[in-house]
Structures are given as C-alpha cells and as structure tokens.
C-alpha cells in the first residue's frame, strides 16, 4: 500500500463513489507504525481541499514517535515528511481561524451558531430551514472562507463543514506533548545546516568469522579433521589423545575457566577441543552441587568458549565448537566418545571422528544448522 500511495496523485475533487472509498479508510484504526506511514502517504495523496478520514496532526505525532519502528519501505523521505509538517501547520492555522470565528459567534448568537452547525451536518435540517436561516449560514463559511483565502489556505464549504463541527466539539486540541513533537521536528528538518562537521571514526568491516559462521568443519575432509585431533602419525597408538573426565566438578570448572579466560588453554589443541566437545555433547557431566541440566551446561560451555581471548579465530576445530554452540538443538544427537566403548586405539579414535564430521554434514544437508545473522 506505501509504494502504491506514492505513485497515486489528484488535483481535483473525488467523485462521490471515490470519496465514500477514501472515508472508509478512516475505519481502520490501526496504531501499528507502518499504519501511521501509509496514511500519511494517502494524505499526500489526496488534494488538500477534500477532507481526511483522520487527523493528519495526529498521525504525524504517531508516525514521529515511532519512526524507529517504520519498516523502510514505509517509511517517509525527508522531502515527503516535510510536506506533512506543512500539511499539520496549514490545518493547525485552518482551526485557528475557525476557533475565533466559533467564539465570536458563541458571544455574539449562541443560538445561530446551533442551527448554522445543524443546517450543515443534517441534510434534513438543510432541507427545512427557512431561507433566511439557511442563506445566514451560507454567509457564514463564505466568510470562514474569505477569511482563509487571505491568509493562503485551502477552503472549500465541504472541507470546512466538516472541520468546524471539530472544532465545536474540541475534537481539534491537540495536547502540549504533541504540539512540541510538530514543532521540534519541523524545526529539525527545515532548520539551517549546521556549520560544524563531526567525522567519525571509519566502523571496520565486519568479518564472518568474527560472527563465528565459518565452515570449515563442513568444508573439510574427515582426514583433515582426524588429522588436527591425532596429528599427523595418527596410526600411532601413542599420539591418541586423553579423554576428558566423565564429571567436572566445581573447582575444575573454575580452573578451567581461569585457564580460558587468561588464554593458557590453547583453542586449537586437541586437548581444549575434546573438552568442549565433550560438555556441549555431555560426554562429561558438569557437576557443581548437583548435576546439572543440559541446557545449563551448554551456557556453561559457550560461556568458556567466548571467554577465550581467541574464540573469534578459525580453523577446524574452533569450527565445530562454534557450530554446537549456536545450535544447540543438535548437541545431544552428536556422537559421544564414551560410546559404544571408551576409545582405546587409533582406529577407535579415526571412525569416532569420521562419525563426528559426517553428523554435522548430515545436519547441514537436512538444513538444521543455524548460522548466526
């Protein structure tokens, strides 16, 4: 509807059919922030002599108030929104003038102010009143009207009997907190430019890996992966590396997290890697007073991995941390290295870890993983 209301435009009244259509717009009273917009792109829209379903003042203070919510496709430009502070403005004095004239009456006549109202928002009462009645209320808007004119504003008889019973009823006030919103935004949009320049210093370009999306776990061959676990002589039974703990108790935990924190603990060992991997797939339990439940031992284990100076680095095995840190969901269906056996020999060890990387394939193609924005 936003990109529709700017391409629609009109110089010249609608037809009955076509205003009967723009006042049941006036129905819809949605208070979202996108709502505010696409009205206001329909006041544009219409010629400033017919009459609005809503309170264009009003929409301007929603539509400010919440720009930050506005999609962008909603959203006004600055020329756009400039010309509807200056729409706001030319109703605001539209209603000054009529406040008066409505006060001078009310002193003046109370009772012809009454059927002036009546003759013009009743169609049976325009019908039967007399001609002298009817032809005194004419007198009147002609007068508004005049008095518009001279001050460069829009007036026709069926704009203005629809704004003065608004202004009868109060309908028109706007409150001292909507009245400073118009006011300190038109004077922020149409003021001078400032003299002064502010340079900022240049925001450096963001990297994936900084947002720890990399691939290289799913990149990589199972070799490469069993290679960085048990080294290059992985047939040698005396290069497997050790098992973790099955349980991590509370000094531990706080030892380990010492040892990350300060960057003794080295991301891309095997030792580190077989750590973490074993508490994000609960190969080891953590255990401080009691045991603790899955999804708090994997805030745990994210904890210590972001708690390393170089957790924002990449490579294969901080790959696969990082990906069973942003995706829980599939720790628990990792395979475990305890199970079906503890791993005992090389080859135990290469088919554990070929299982591992062909898991995390098998989640990529299923699309379960989820990668950070």
């Known amino acids: 509807v936003a990109q529709v209301a700017r391409r629609v435009s009109s110089d010249v009244p609608y037809a009955f059919e076509e205003d009967l259509t723009l006042q049941q717009l006036g129905y819809v009273t949605d208070g979202h922030p996108n709502a505010y917009a696409v009205r206001?792109?329909?006041?544009?829209?219409?010629?400033?002599?017919?009459?609005?379903?809503?309170?264009?003042?009003?929409?301007?203070?929603?539509?400010?108030?919440?720009?930050?919510?506005?999609?962008?496709?909603?959203?006004?430009?600055?020329?756009?929104?400039?010309?509807?502070?200056?729409?706001?403005?030319?109703?605001?004095?539209?209603?000054?003038?009529?406040?008066?004239?409505?006060?001078?009456?009310?002193?003046?006549?109370?009772?012809?102010?009454?059927?002036?109202?009546?003759?013009?928002?009743?169609?049976?009462?325009?019908?039967?009143?007399?001609?002298?009645?009817?032809?005194?209320?004419?007198?009147?808007?002609?007068?508004?009207?005049?008095?518009?004119?001279?001050?460069?504003?829009?007036?026709?008889?069926?704009?203005?009997?629809?704004?003065?019973?608004?202004?009868?009823?109060?309908?028109?006030?706007?409150?001292?907190?909507?009245?400073?919103?118009?006011?300190?935004?038109?004077?922020?949009?149409?003021?001078?430019?400032?003299?002064?320049?502010?340079?900022?210093?240049?925001?450096?370009?963001?990297?994936?890996?900084?947002?720890?999306?990399?691939?290289?776990?799913?990149?990589?061959?199972?070799?490469?992966?069993?290679?960085?676990?048990?080294?290059?002589?992985?047939?040698?039974?005396a290069h497997t590396p050790d098992l973790p703990a099955r349980a991590l108790t509370l000094p531990d935990a706080l030892r380990h997290v010492v040892s990350f924190s300060s960057g003794q603990a080295r991301l891309d060992s095997p030792e580190s890697f077989l750590l973490l991997y074993s508490l994000f797939t609960r190969t080891a339990r953590l255990k401080i007073f009691s045991r603790v439940p899955v999804a708090q031992q994997h805030s745990f284990t994210r904890l210590l991995l972001n708690l390393h100076p170089h957790s924002s680095g990449h490579g294969v095995l901080q790959s696969v941390l990082h990906i069973l840190a942003n995706n829980p969901q599939i720790c628990m269906e990792m395979p475990k290295l305890t199970r079906p056996r503890t791993l005992r020999t090389a080859s135990q060890w290469r088919r554990k870890l070929a299982a591992i990387h062909q898991e995390l394939v098998d989640h990529e193609l299923r699309g379960n993983l989820h990668w950070p924005p």
């Not at 004077?187 to 890996?209: F, I, K, M, N, V």
């Open 40 to 237: 206001l792109r329909v006041s544009l829209a219409v010629p400033v002599v017919m009459d609005l379903p809503w309170d264009i003042c009003r929409e301007t203070v929603g539509y400010i108030t919440s720009l930050s919510h506005v999609a962008g496709r909603c959203r006004l430009t600055e020329a756009e929104e400039v010309e509807v502070l200056e729409l706001c403005q030319m109703q605001r004095k539209q209603y000054e003038i009529i406040e008066k004239e409505v006060e001078a009456l009310k002193k003046a006549n109370p009772m012809q102010l009454g059927s002036h109202l009546k003759i013009m928002t009743d169609p049976q009462a325009h019908l039967e009143a007399s001609q002298q009645d009817a032809a005194a209320s004419n007198d009147w808007l002609k007068r508004i009207a005049a008095i518009m004119r001279a001050h460069q504003l829009p007036a026709s008889a069926a704009q203005l009997k629809v704004l003065i019973p608004r202004v009868v009823e109060g309908q028109h006030e706007l409150n001292p907190y909507q009245v400073c919103v118009l006011e300190n935004r038109t004077a922020y949009l149409t003021g001078t430019a400032p003299t002064a320049q502010y340079c900022c210093p240049p925001r450096p370009p963001e990297s994936r890996w900084l947002l720890h999306a990399d691939r290289n776990a799913l990149i990589c061959s199972a070799y490469d992966f069993q290679a960085k676990v048990l080294g290059q002589q992985s047939n040698d039974l």
